[in-house]
C-alpha cells in the first residue's frame, strides 16, 4: 500500500519497514557497546513506542529489564499541550542506569515531565531513545542520546504511532498527504 486512508486523512509511506528495522538494530547496536557489563532498566512509553520498543529489545546484547508507563498529551492529531501520567512506573530505579524509549518526541513536553518525575527517584542515569524526532517542533530543551530519524513536522502514522487510536499496526511509517 503506497496510501492508505485513516478517518479523513490521506497518509503516503514516509519511511519504509526495512530502513526503520535496520536502524533500529544499529540503535541496539550503539546501546549495547555503552551499556556494556550493566543491567540497565528500559522504560517504554505506550502506547506508541510498543512496537520500536519490542524490537530494540530483540537486539540488545546484554541482560537489561523493561518496564512500561503511560504518558499522555494528545487528544486525536493534536498535542493538547498538557501531560498526563496514566500509568506509572511500578520498579525502584534509584541508583539504576534507566534508557527511555519513545516513538516520538516532537513538542518534548512528555518526555521533559517523564525525566522530571524520574529524576526525582535518584537514578544513576538517564538515557534516552526516540524512534523519531521533530527538532523544530520542540517546545523544551531535550538530550536524546539515540535518534532513529530526525523528521520535519509532519503528521506520522505507523510503526506504533496512530491517528486518533488508528495505524499502530501498519509496517512503513506515513506521513499525511496535505
Known amino acids: 500500500m503506497d496510501t492508505i486512508q485513516i478517518h ?4 503516503e ?9 535496520s536502524r533500529v538494530k544499529e540503535l541496539a547496536q550503539a546501546i549495547s557497546i555503552d551499556f556494556a557489563g550493566t543491567q540497565p532498566l528500559f522504560i517504554a512509553v505506550l502506547n ?3 512496537i520500536f520498543a519490542a524490537d530494540i529489545m530483540k537486539s540488545i546484547a546484554f541482560p537489561c529489564e523493561i518496564q512500561f508507563v503511560k504518558v499522555s498529551s494528545y487528544h486525536g492529531a493534536q498535542s493538547s499541550g498538557t501531560v498526563q501520567q496514566v500509568l506509572g512506573l511500578n520498579q ?5 542506569k534507566v534508557i527511555i524509549i519513545e516513538d516520538i518526541i516532537d513538542s518534548g513536553l512528555t518526555i ?3 525525566l522530571t518525575d524520574l529524576l ?8 534516552i531513545c526516540s524512534l523519531l524526532l521533530k527538532p523544530k517542533a520542540l517546545k523544551v530543551k531535550i538530550d536524546v542520546q539515540y535518534i532513529g530519524f530526525e523528521v520535519e513536522n509532519h503528521f506520522l502514522v505507523g ?8 495505524g499502530r499496526n501498519l509496517r512503513h511509517l506515513y506521513q499525511v498527504i496535505e
Request: without cysteine.
Open 48 to 50: 506508541g513506542s510498543f
Open 13 to 21: 509511506i514516509f519511511i519504509e519497514e526495512d530502513q526503520i528495522l
Open 92 to 96: 525502584n530505579i534509584k541508583g539504576r
Open 159 to 166: 510503526y506504533g504511532l496512530d491517528y486518533d487510536g488508528l
Open 120 to 127: 526525582k527517584q535518584e537514578p544513576e542515569s538517564i538515557s
Open 8 to 11: 479523513d486523512k490521506t497518509f
Open 112 to 114: 521533559d515531565f517523564l
